[in-house]
């Protein structure tokens, strides 16, 4: 009786967690934005190395703060801040790059440099937000092992993102103008700017 109990409280601890998963990787951030302007313009494929930088490294970030070392560089005074800083400078660049990007669909084979699967996962280890999610999740979350969280946001987190994505290329094919395209370029980096910008300053 006493295990089946204990198997129930972890189902029921696993099951908070898929929750808090789900509502922390489909709500809109700097990231779902990135990977929706990115497939818009480039094409679904080509948004796929950002989903899967993105998603490995927010899990990698839950990894490492459950290890303990996360956690510890985090309590570091000028850490944060410093992270903080870089974060909402490169979102920001970023944002500047959408805006003046041309008003035309791209190949994914295009040479031009953009986001990619090292930038996406670059991105999750410079944004307080994904820290503070990683501690969030160790901290109540701390029944489960730590690799089955961070495998668990992972594959939480991936469809999460490919419905972005898809988002993106739907978009695209529906705003067939240049006109209708700059549009959505210049909508993207204005939110992009201001959901980087609230969460840094909050």
Known sequence: MREHDGL????SVMLSFLLFAFVASITPGPT????LSNSARYGLKASLPIILGA???AAGLVLLVGTGVGRSLMQVPAVQPVMAAIGVGWLTWLAWKIFNSPADPMSPDDSRPRLGFVGAAGLQVVNP?????ALAVVSVFSQGTVAHLALAFFLVS???????ALLGAGSARLL?????LQWLNRSMAVLLLVSAWA???N
């Open 32 to 35: 779902n934005l990135l990977v």
């Open 129 to 133: 937000k994904t820290w503070m999610m």
């Open 158 to 164: 991936l469809p999460c993102l490919a419905c972005w």
């Open 199 to 201: 969460a840094y300053l």
């Open 176 to 180: 067939k103008s240049a006109r209708a």
């Open 8 to 11: 129930s409280f972890r189902s």
């Open 55 to 57: 998603c490995m490294g």
